[in-house]
């Protein structure tokens, strides 16, 4: 039995046609679809929010491949775009339910007076937003040609903004440490599991330099810095840029005075062959693309001697790239973990202890 073909996203939007008006706000969704968005929209200006560089490139390149018009913004928050009169959110396959929650949330701020917010759901029957939208914006409409999968309000009236953050601790034998983190970032609301192994099993001597790539909130750099010393210089480099917002609010939070974050989706800027240890949790889609990436790039910024620590669970799909780029590769197991390493194997690795249970600033009614 073939599967049921989806309505593409301008066929969604044409149930709305007669109420999208411009300036208009694109916010995420893939690149392919928010270009064939703003492809569809009448004339007017358009303005798209991503938070993470490497995905605002590939729109970028979409954009210009079929010649259409628009601004895109790479910006921790949504409500930093210009206020728009209509702004439409793709609701990204695979989006985590807080990151929904959070668009929604922003999406009223985003909106000039009576502006009008359309979300376009991948899913039939999608029974997710119609409760959220109705709780912020007070009414929504649903037309029946949808299938509940088009949705749209108005924006009236005032309400406080707020950010779904959510805080977790982290103890280690130098001491207990608080991260905060945002929904759209790695390991939102606690501490993964594998950049715990990561940090534990890495050789971090005083007065290391220390480059922590992919960097999420910054727990694992943070973390490193505790045992390199107050004057040791730690890097952070992440292409989301909400990460790095919460990576610099950390860093300050823990006391580190010698750091830098960078803002890149090809691990550019920190100077090349001046870091003692890099660290490495990449994400393992894309072929390991990204993973390959981290690699190359690790060992251009390496001093001659210095210490890369990689964690994974895929041995396969990254030990020959490993062996390509270090030569000699050593693998330790720990947590359930695989940490790889260009470095002698020696020494059990230094606990980070359990997490507390986390923190938020929102329930479960406020949701």
Not at 194 to 205: D, F, K, S, T, Y
Not at 311 to 326: H, N, R, T, W
């Amino acid at each position: 039995m073939a599967s049921k073909k989806l309505p593409t996203h301008p066929q969604m939007l044409q149930l709305v046609e007669s109420r999208l008006k411009p300036p208009f706000g694109i916010a995420m969704g893939s690149p392919r679809e928010a270009a064939e968005i703003a492809e569809f929209l009448p004339a007017g200006d358009v303005h798209c929010w991503q938070v993470d560089l490497y995905q605002a490139d590939r729109l970028r390149q979409e954009l210009s491949a079929q010649g259409t018009r628009a601004e895109v913004s790479v910006l921790p928050d949504l409500w930093d775009l210009p206020a728009v009169q209509t702004l439409i959110y793709t609701s990204p396959r695979g989006s985590e339910r807080e990151m929904k929650l959070d668009v929604v949330e922003q999406a009223f701020h985003a909106l000039q007076p009576g502006g009008t917010f359309v979300v376009v759901s991948l899913h039939d029957n999608d029974d997710f937003f119609q409760p959220i939208l109705k709780k912020v914006f007070g009414k929504v409409h649903v037309p029946m040609e949808s299938n509940n999968s088009l949705f749209w309000c108005q924006r009236t009236g005032e309400r406080p903004k707020r950010r779904h953050e959510m805080a977790f601790q982290v103890r280690s034998d130098q001491g207990s440490l608080r991260f905060t983190s945002r929904p759209g970032t790695f390991s939102y609301g606690r501490f993964d599991n594998g950049a715990r192994a990561l940090v534990e099993a890495a050789q971090i001597n005083a007065g290391d330099r220390v480059l922590d790539i992919g960097c999420g909130c910054g727990a694992n750099g943070i973390l490193a810095s505790r045992r390199a010393g107050a004057d040791a210089h730690i890097a952070f480099v992440d292409s989301n840029v909400r990460a790095l917002q919460l990576t610099e609010m950390n860093a300050k939070a823990a006391g580190l005075t010698d750091f830098r974050v960078y803002g890149t989706a090809k691990v550019e800027g920190p100077e090349e062959r001046s870091f003692d240890v890099v660290l490495a949790n990449p994400p393992y889609y894309a072929n390991a693309s990204i993973a390959r990436l981290f690699m190359d790039r690790a060992k251009a910024l390496l001093k001659p001697e210095g210490r890369f620590y990689m964690v994974s669970k895929q041995i396969d799909l990254i030990y020959g790239d490993l062996e390509q780029v270090f030569g000699h590769v050593e693998i330790m197991e720990h947590r359930g973990y695989l940490i790889f390493t260009n470095a002698a194997v020696g020494g059990a690795p230094t606990p980070a202890g359990e997490e507390e249970m986390p923190d938020d600033n929102f329930s479960e009614d406020d949701e």
